[in-house]
């Protein structure tokens, strides 16, 4: 027998203390791996978005009831009464702009609710072409429409509905074929049945109108000029930076990462704090058995390694049960967000330093009843004083 | 050379104000192979002395030797090696650890030793005792008062020590377990084992060699069992 033996001994028959202890420590690394994981998915995608977004900036109508999300950002949507909307003279006016020789590509967006087979989706009407050309994540497997009754789905519309490419689908009693699909991009592009601008606006009773104006600036310092240009031009139009726009929901989301940081080291303490009484309170608890054996030879040094021994047993319980935690919790968690499309980022260093996290706060907060348990004599102990 | 010297060792705790002598001034020795028990009425002080004879308890005045090392010279750490080399304890109320086989238990003051052959140095403690491998795996609590008493004693002396020191080993066991208890305290004694037996039962010095009588902290009598007084 040696001394670890008799550490998951006691273990086993308090198995009470323990699984508070592991709890403790699980509930610290789960916390910390969760926060963490969560973090890194965040920067993921803002990187993702900041890198891939074609278009680098946004016109939309200044004053509108923001419901819908596309892009990262809040825009206008219809069903939700009067809303303002661009015009064909708005995107004329973009041609007659000072540096309109820096416009790379305009691309005109309508955004509608729509309903699919009962489900409810969003129809996006724009240039398909041009699309295609601005944003090089627009992957289609099948083949382009040509014609206006071809429409492109996204992955997710075409899992739901068990559509594949050459399928129908009606749509106002009217019937369009799925010419293709959109790979998979991780955005609201997953959720969309992609229309010929006109055609959609047709289905809809909004002929001439559009909810945005996509613009791509030739060179990236042109961006603040253009906006500049556009906002004098169409006095009803806001013109959002979309890196700017992305960039500002970066800097919130680092905020947020912070405070969930900030309180993943509160829950951290807390534990520890847990751990140490708990451990305290056994120590109390076994004053005969260590008095025990201290009489039979044990030195101060083997009874403080028998309650590090203890915690990191317990230690190892927690590191496992919270980094599982943690992970099924940023896998979960996001889908119960409205609005929150997050890759589940499994790294291997958030998970290490979790493990590290459990037998850091496990060890440190075991050293003091260990102190206190070596520093018990014998004599005292077993009560012969 | 006595194995065990205790020369004027004193025992106080307390403040001046509220001092209190639980050992006064007592002396004695005891060879290998003697069957002492120490005994007197409750607060006398035979514990204090059982403990310092223990090297668990260090005096306030005089000196323990044990085999010629004066024990209370000795660094903590130096302490307990002595404890395990030399002195095997029984403990009131057998304080076998619950959680532990009767087979663990016995191992217990060998988990810190960096040795092979511990499992069957305690399995062969336990056979001395009388008990085979089969009871050996069971927990104390399946087992019968008389058989923990012996897995008391087969622990106190797994490390073969010269000395047992048993603190009222059959005070919460009936007559019949006690008396088992007490004979295997006798056949160690017989095998060349100093053994000293704290008790306040005169019944139980029936087989011991000499009574040491412990009254307010002094050695009232110091003989044999017959010749020694016992006060209840």
């Not at chain 1, 709890?23 to 993921?44: C, D, K, M």
């Amino acid at each position: 027998m040696e001394l670890r033996h008799l550490a998951f001994g006691y273990l086993r028959r308090r198995k009470g203390k323990a699984a508070l202890i592991t709890f403790g420590l699980a509930v610290a690394v789960g916390s910390f791996v969760l926060v963490l994981s969560l973090v890194l998915a965040l920067r993921e995608t803002m990187d993702d978005r900041l890198t891939k977004y074609g278009s680098n900036l946004v016109i939309m109508p200044a004053a509108a009831e923001l419901n819908l999300s596309y892009g990262g950002m809040s825009i206008a949507g219809a069903g939700s009464g009067e809303i303002p909307r661009l015009t064909e003279a708005d995107l004329a006016t973009l041609q007659s702009l000072p540096s309109a020789a820096s416009v790379a590509a305009a691309l005109p967006v309508v955004l509608e609710p729509i309903e699919v087979e009962g489900r409810p989706l969003l129809g996006l009407g724009t240039d398909i072409r041009e699309s295609l050309l601005v944003k090089p994540w627009w992957k289609v497997e099948g083949t382009v429409p040509t014609r206006d009754e071809e429409v492109l789905v996204g992955l997710n519309v075409r899992n739901e509905l068990g559509l594949n490419a050459g399928q129908q689908i009606t749509l106002e009693g009217r019937d369009f074929t799925v010419s293709g699909v959109l790979w998979e991009t991780g955005g609201e592009e997953d959720n969309l049945v992609v229309f010929d601008r006109r055609v959609l606006g047709e289905l809809t009773g909004n002929t001439g109108t559009m909810n945005l104006i996509e613009v791509t600036a030739a060179a990236t310092e042109m961006v603040d000029p253009l906006t500049e240009e556009i906002e004098t031009a169409i006095p009803g139009a806001a013109v959002v930076s979309v890196k700017q726009s992305i960039e500002f929901t970066a800097r919130a989301n680092s905020s947020l990462a912070d405070f969930g940081l900030a309180v993943t080291l509160l829950i951290v303490v807390i534990a520890g704090g847990v751990v140490m009484i708990t451990m305290l309170t056994a120590v109390k608890e076994r004053q005969k058995e260590i008095g025990i054996l201290r009489a039979v030879g044990y030195k101060q040094r083997h009874i403080a390694t028998l309650v590090l021994l203890e915690s990191l047993m317990l230690s190892t319980s927690g590191a496992i049960l919270g980094a599982l935690g943690g992970l099924a919790g940023a896998a979960i968690l996001p889908r119960f967000v409205p609005g929150l499309s997050l890759s589940f980022v499994v790294d291997p260093f958030v998970l290490m330093a979790g493990v590290g996290v459990a037998y850091l706060v496990g060890l440190s907060a075991a050293l003091y009843p260990a102190w206190r348990a070596a520093q018990l004599d014998p004599a005292t102990a077993l009560k012969y004083i | 050379m006595a194995l065990i010297e205790i020369d004027r060792v004193r025992r106080e705790y307390g403040s001046e104000d509220a001092l209190v002598v639980a050992i006064d001034e007592v002396s004695m020795t005891v060879e290998a192979g003697e069957y002492a028990a120490i005994m007197g009425p409750s607060g006398s002080g035979k514990t204090t002395l059982l403990s310092i004879l223990g090297a668990m308890n260090p005096p306030s005045a005089g000196t323990l030797r044990i085999d010629g090392i004066d024990v209370y010279a000795l660094s903590q750490e130096r302490q307990a090696d002595l404890r395990r080399e030399y002195i095997g304890f029984v403990f009131q109320q057998l304080e076998l650890v619950p959680y532990l086989t009767a087979l663990e238990n016995v191992m217990l003051p060998l988990a810190i030793l960096k040795e092979k052959g511990k499992r069957e140095r305690a399995l062969e403690a336990l056979e001395r005792v009388g008990l085979d491998e089969r009871k050996a795996r069971r927990l104390p609590s399946e087992l019968s008062g008389g058989e923990q008493g012996r897995v008391a004693i087969a622990r106190a002396v797994v490390n073969d020590p010269p000395i047992i020191l048993a603190d009222e080993p059959v005070g919460s066991l009936d007559t019949t377990t006690g008396r088992q208890i007490l004979d295997q305290l006798r056949r160690l004694a017989d095998l060349g084992h100093a053994v000293i037996m704290v008790t306040h039962n005169p019944e139980s010095t029936q087989e011991v060699d000499r009574v040491i009588q412990i009254l307010d902290g002094r050695v009232s009598c110091d003989d044999v069992p017959l010749t020694c007084a016992v006060p209840a």
